[in-house]
């Protein structure tokens, strides 16, 4: 099945698919972390009617159901396409300050402008985690944001 995936500058991504009955079905992933399914009536994909929104924690409860590694792949996907924008991953340490504290005590996004899209966690991936999401040593974060974003995220999870 071939998936056409749309940069909408501004937005996020829009992923889009014929499905078995010839229906046009689109998924509007929104830089805000929300997530809107839509069903195309004709071939102009600014003609959609949206089937249902998601919020964040919804999306990432469907996310762990259809596969979420395929989402973080996507992201690693957009920073391709907009200059500037680079993702990374940022391993916890055993050692790191931040082991068995939530992830917004790191203040990660606040510092540094960069984002942590997702978690690792052994063959588990936590999507759009919470600040209140509490991290392991070994934890891998994915990360959005620039180059010197990335790295300060680096710096934060080694020395605090």
Do not use: C, W
Request: proline share 6%; aromatic share 4%; glycine share 10%.
């Amino acid at each position: 099945m071939e998936v056409k995936e749309v940069l909408l500058p501004g937005v996020g991504l829009r992923y889009e698919f014929d499905n078995a009955d010839g229906n046009r079905i689109g998924v509007i992933a929104r830089r805000s972390g929300d997530f809107e399914v839509v069903v195309y009536g004709a071939p102009d994909p600014d003609q959609a009617r949206p089937v249902f929104r998601l919020t964040d924690e919804e999306a990432d409860a469907l996310a762990q159901i259809l596969g979420a590694p395929r989402m973080v792949e996507s992201f690693a996907d957009l920073t391709k396409e907009v200059p500037g924008l680079d993702a990374g991953q940022v391993e916890i340490a055993a050692g790191s300050p931040f082991v068995d504290r939530p992830l917004g005590d790191t203040k990660a996004r606040t510092r540094t402008g960069a984002s942590i899209v997702a978690i690792v966690r052994d063959e588990e991936v936590l999507a759009s985690p919470k600040p209140d999401q509490v991290l392991h040593a070994r934890d891998v974060l994915v990360v959005i944001g620039t180059e010197h974003g990335i790295s300060g995220v680096r710096r934060i999870v080694d020395q605090g």
